[in-house]
């Protein structure tokens, strides 16, 4: 990967509905070699997708709680399961497995706290959960920021 392409991912990045040409003018190429990089960024995997960011207060979907969770035990099986359950909670936007106190953060987004109470009703009801604490988020400070591409120089 060189500087052009890194400088076509900060771009998509940042304006992920920039056309092949107006991407091809801002690196200061032709469209048609600026298409076969992004193929190419396409088909190693390194571009996974697009998509439209939303926002959640319009859609009525701006309480935001991050959820740790703590399992019973660490076997293969219980944490296979746990993660196999998360995938079915639409209301679950992000999991990451992490070190100390607990096992999972979970990021949630829903309408309300009722719409809380469902998704810990549902948490509540896997065997292999043994602990949970919630935090609400008042205001998000900083959200969906691009990678950091200038740190692969």
Avoid: W
């Avoid at 990089?37 to 997708?49: A, T, Y």
């Avoid at 959820?67 to 296979?80: F, G, I, K, Q, T």
């Avoid at 359950?85 to 096992?103: K, N, P, Q, W």
């Amino acid at each position: 990967m060189d500087r052009i392409d890194r400088q076509l991912l900060e771009l998509l990045q940042r304006e992920g509905r920039l056309s092949t040409a107006e991407l091809a003018e801002r690196v200061a190429l032709s469209p048609t070699p600026v298409a076969r990089r992004l193929k190419r960024l396409e088909e190693e995997g390194i571009i996974s997708g697009y998509r439209a960011v939303l926002d959640r207060r319009r859609l009525k979907l701006a309480t935001t709680v991050f959820v740790s969770v703590r399992l019973m035990h660490h076997r293969e099986d219980a944490s296979r399961l746990f993660e196999e359950a998360l995938s079915l909670m639409d209301e679950v936007i992000s999991c990451h497995v992490v070190s100390g106190a607990y096992d999972y953060l979970l990021e949630v987004v829903v309408p309300d706290l009722p719409g809380y109470e469902r998704v810990v009703r549902k948490l509540q009801t896997l065997s292999m959960v043994q602990d949970m604490t919630s935090n609400f988020a008042i205001r998000p400070v900083k959200t969906g920021a691009p990678l950091p591409l200038d740190a692969l120089e």
